[in-house]
Structures are given as structure tokens and as C-alpha cells.
């Protein structure tokens, strides 16, 4: 079989292969207007929206019928519509609507022996093809909609769900009005936002519900930009907070504190402040029963000298020194503005000005955190610690502070960020690209078109 594959294809000219992508899309679509390849959520769509044709209604048994309500969308175990309201004949009906591409699919979903569907008072299918009993042997009221749904509609559909783009409605995703684009992102960018805070409350739960050690773990993660996030979580788990503050007044011993557990301070050194920072921690160490890191699991590798583990945890060190219990005081900042300038001017020791590593000296280097560095802190600890805190307080102040920093920060840079704007969405702040990555992940690559505010318009479109 595969040789005969390889045969075929090997005989095919240049010009024929170019066409096979448009032939075999024209073929499944061909295969959905059949009404054999689309899922039963389009389905669910076009009841939901009542995209279909409504004169002159009538069961599969040709009796009389009026759609009163089509009923809520159920989102958990159970028949697909509740509370719907139709008329058959001279009697209305109020309750559960069930939705399959075919009448058996009842069978196959065993529908018949579970009680949950014994309230459904209108079976629509795609294609009738078997009549299905009630428990007291009459018949369960069928609604055909094959011929019903536009041919185009269909065809939207499948130019949704078939194209290989980077995301499925990338070729009309520019057409779409962009208060309904950033009304959708509005909402995406929340999911994501509440998503993490309820990853954030696993690890509040392993912390006594402590917020500020958590905050300090999750910033130490941060610090670590990707790159050295692990290393850096598992330096903040071996160093508990509230070890700082009994050192505050005393710069070294916090160095050393911060050098000694990231595991960097086990060799010898000729240089005074390495040898210092050494003795203190030998101290120290003793002292709070603190196990160090091995240096090996830090990252140095095709990395420029100011994002090395080593600069990031001397400016790690001055952020301690500059302000300990910090999400204390970013609790009582009501401007977000006034954020940044907690991680500016840290008191970087001035040995770094000149190192990037110990033993390794080098010529002026940056000891300061970037702007794009600070905004990715604001973005990923400070904004998520605020909506999650606002959220687990019920407090509206802190959620609008949350949402007000991202609106202040800059759009993200990056490949899924740049395929929508290249698409024609415009990102104007971190609050929409944060939107646009949520879209990305939890509905463009898991093809839910129908249940996307942008990809509900786009179907709707004449």
C-alpha cells in the first residue's frame, strides 16, 4: 500500500500537486454539506441562534410545529437545550430539547435507559433515520433539519474548521467590527486571569493561606524569566520569607542569605565580597538549618550576561533590601502607575557592576531590571496577585486595579500576538494581548468557533 502511495504521488505533475490542497478541502466540504462531517455542537449552534429555516415546521410525522423557545444551552451532563417551549399541534410543551446529527444516535448514547432524558420533548436531528420510543411507548417528536440550513452557513463552517492559518478565522478575523473583537477578548482575557487564580489557590492552600509568601514565590519564579523560573521557585521554597527580615538592616547577610541558597557560594574565592558573602552564610546557614541548591541546576547557556541567574538574583537581593513583604505594599498602591517604581532603583551591590559571575569580571554591566522585564512582573505576579486577591476578598477596588495595569502596559511580543495582528486585530495593551493569547490556546486551537463571540459573527455574516 505505501508503495503504491509513493507510486501515485510520484506521478503526479508539479501543477496537480498545488491543486491537492484546494481538492481535497473541496471534497470535506462537499462531505459537511452532505451533513456527514461537521460535529454536533454546529448543531447546537444553529439551534441556539435559530440559523435555519423556520416555514412551515413540522415533525418527521408531518404534524404541525412552532418553536416557542429554543431553551438554554446545557453546559454539563444532561439533555443539550433546558427549558425550551414548543407547540405541537393545539398543545404547548415545556422542557428538555436533545440534538444529534442522526435520530439512533439515542440509541447509541444509551439515552433510553438513562431518567435524565425522560423530560426531553423534542428530539432535532440532523437526519432522520430511526424512530425512538418513550418510556411509555409513544413516539419522542422529531425535528428534521436536513434542507433547512443554509448551504452557506455550512460552508462558513467548514472555512472555519478547515484551513491550516495560524488560527481558523485569521482570512476575516480583519472584517469583524472591533468593538465585537475587544468585547470577546474582554472576556478571554478574564478566563485567563481566573484560570490562574485558581492555579494560585492550590499553592495558597500548601501556604497556610499566606499571601505573601506566596506573592514571594511567584515573583522569584518570575525572576527567573522562563528560563530559571524552576530554579528560582525552589530557591524561594528553601528560603522562606520572613527569614529576611530579621536581617534587614544588614545588606551582606541578605546576599548571602539569597547567593548562599541559590547554591552559588560552595567554592573558593580570592575576590573580598565573594569571600564575605561566604562567611556570612556559613553562619547563616547553620543558623536557620537551610539547604542550598546545586549551582548546576541554574542556566547560563545562549543567554545574554544581564539575564544571567547570577545578576538576577543580585537584583533579586536589592528588591528584598528595598522593600521586604512586598505585596503588602503594592496592596495599598491604588495608582498603578506608581508600581513600576518599586523595581526601579534597586541597591544593587556594586560588585555586579563589573561581574555577571562570580570569578568572571567583565566591562559595565547593567545591575538595573529592563522596562520589558519590570512590565513582564507587572503583567504576570503584580496583575494576577491583585485579580486573584480582589477576586478571593471580593474585592471589586483590587480586580479594577488588576485590570487598569494591564490596560497601562504595552501588548506582548510574540509569535501569537504577531499572527493576529498580522490578521488585522489591533492590540493596543497588555490587557488584549493577554486576550488574544487566552483566544489563541482555549478556542482557536481547539476549533470552538461556536462558541466564540468573533467566530459566532463571522457565521452570522451574509
Known amino acids: 500500500m505505501k508503495l503504491c502511495e509513493k507510486r501515485c504521488h510520484h506521478d503526479l505533475t508539479p501543477s496537480a500537486l498545488n491543486l491537492l490542497p484546494f481538492l481535497i478541502s473541496h471534497l470535506i466540504k462537499k462531505y459537511y454539506l452532505q451533513g456527514m462531517g461537521f460535529p454536533e455542537e454546529f448543531l447546537h449552534y444553529v439551534w441556539r441562534f435559530k440559523s435555519f429555516d423556520f416555514s412551515n415546521l413540522r415533525c418527521t410525522d408531518e404534524t404541525p410545529l412552532s418553536i416557542l423557545n429554543v431553551g438554554l444551552l446545557n453546559q454539563h451532563s444532561g439533555p443539550d437545550f433546558s427549558q425550551g417551549k414548543i407547540q405541537i399541534a393545539d398543545t404547548i410543551w415545556v422542557g428538555n430539547i436533545e440534538i444529534h446529527l442522526k435520530s439512533s444516535d439515542w440509541l447509541r ?12 420533548i423534542l428530539h432535532v436531528v440532523f437526519e432522520h433515520d430511526a424512530e425512538i420510543e418513550r418510556k411509555d411507548g409513544t413516539l419522542l417528536p422529531v425535528l428534521e433539519l436536513k434542507g433547512r440550513i443554509a448551504p452557506s452557513l455550512i460552508e462558513r463552517y ?89 536581617h534587614k538592616e544588614n545588606p551582606l547577610q541578605i546576599e548571602a542569605l539569597v547567593f548562599g541558597t541559590a547554591g552559588f557560594l560552595n567554592d573558593i574565592f580570592t575576590e573580598e565580597y565573594p569571600q564575605k558573602l561566604k562567611r556570612e552564610f556559613e553562619f547563616l546557614k547553620k543558623k536557620y538549618n537551610l539547604a542550598p541548591l546545586q549551582p548546576g541546576i541554574w542556566k547560563f547557556m545562549r543567554m545574554r550576561p544581564q539575564n544571567f541567574p547570577t545578576i538576577r538574583l543580585a537584583q533579586f537581593a536589592a528588591l528584598i533590601l528595598k522593600t521586604n513583604h512586598l505585596f503588602s505594599k503594592i496592596l495599598n498602591i491604588k495608582d498603578p502607575t506608581a508600581l513600576r517604581t518599586l523595581f526601579e532603583g534597586l541597591p544593587v551591590n556594586p560588585y555586579w557592576k563589573t561581574h555577571y559571575h562570580f570569578k568572571k569580571e567583565a566591562v559595565a554591566v547593567s545591575t538595573q531590571i529592563g522596562r520589558s522585564s519590570i512590565d513582564n512582573v507587572l503583567l504576570n505576579t503584580v496583575a494576577l496577585f491583585l485579580f486573584a486577591y480582589g477576586k478571593y476578598t471580593d474585592t471589586g477596588a483590587y480586580v479594577h486595579r488588576a485590570i ?13 500576538t504577531t499572527s493576529f495582528i498580522n490578521a488585522g486585530v489591533q492590540l493596543e495593551h497588555a490587557f488584549a494581548s ?29
Open 109 to 120: 448514547h444509551n439515552h433510553q435507559i438513562d431518567p435524565a432524558y425522560d423530560n426531553v
Open 158 to 246: 467548514a472555512d472555519l474548521c478547515l484551513n491550516l492559518n495560524s488560527f481558523p478565522c485569521s482570512a476575516q478575523i480583519g472584517s469583524i467590527d472591533k468593538f465585537i473583537v475587544d468585547a470577546f477578548l474582554s472576556r478571554t482575557v478574564i478566563e485567563r486571569f481566573e484560570q490562574k487564580a485558581e492555579l494560585l489557590s492550590k499553592s495558597l492552600a500548601q501556604l497556610n493561606g499566606n499571601w505573601d509568601e506566596a506573592f514571594y514565590h511567584s515573583l522569584a519564579g518570575n525572576f527567573g524569566f522562563k528560563v530559571n523560573a524552576l530554579p528560582f521557585e525552589l530557591f524561594a521554597k528553601s528560603l522562606p520569607q520572613q527569614i529576611y527580615a530579621k
Open 404 to 416: 487598569k495595569l494591564l490596560e497601562q502596559l504595552p501588548a506582548e511580543n510574540n509569535a501569537i
Open 434 to 462: 493577554q486576550g488574544a493569547i487566552q483566544l489563541k490556546k482555549t478556542y482557536c486551537e481547539e476549533k470552538k468557533c461556536l462558541l466564540c463571540g468573533i467566530g459566532i459573527k463571522i457565521l452570522k455574516q451574509t
